[in-house]
């Protein structure tokens, strides 16, 4: 994905933040939001473990 956008042409290049903002829908900004959430929960948990060293069952719950 990201090496795609250093190939992308300047047709791209030329987009604006209106086109751009029209073409996010509303699913999949909600499809961004909860994955991210789930993605920085799991990389905070997974810190917090490396740190402490303590993983319980709360983790699970929270």
């Known amino acids: 994905m990201i090496a795609?956008?250093?190939l992308i042409n300047n047709e791209a290049a030329s987009s604006s933040y209106k086109t751009d903002s029209?073409?996010?829908q509303?699913?999949?900004s909600i499809a961004?939001?909860?994955s991210w959430r789930v993605?920085?929960?799991l990389d905070f948990?997974?810190?917090s473990w490396i740190?402490?060293?303590?993983?319980?069952l709360h983790f699970?719950?929270?």
């Open 4 to 6: 795609d956008q250093f």
């Open 39 to 41: 993605i920085g929960t």
């Open 60 to 62: 699970l719950l929270d």
């Open 26 to 28: 509303p699913k999949r």
């Open 51 to 56: 740190i402490t060293g303590k993983l319980s």
């Open 32 to 34: 961004k939001s909860i």
């Open 22 to 24: 029209a073409s996010e």
């Open 45 to 47: 948990r997974i810190i």
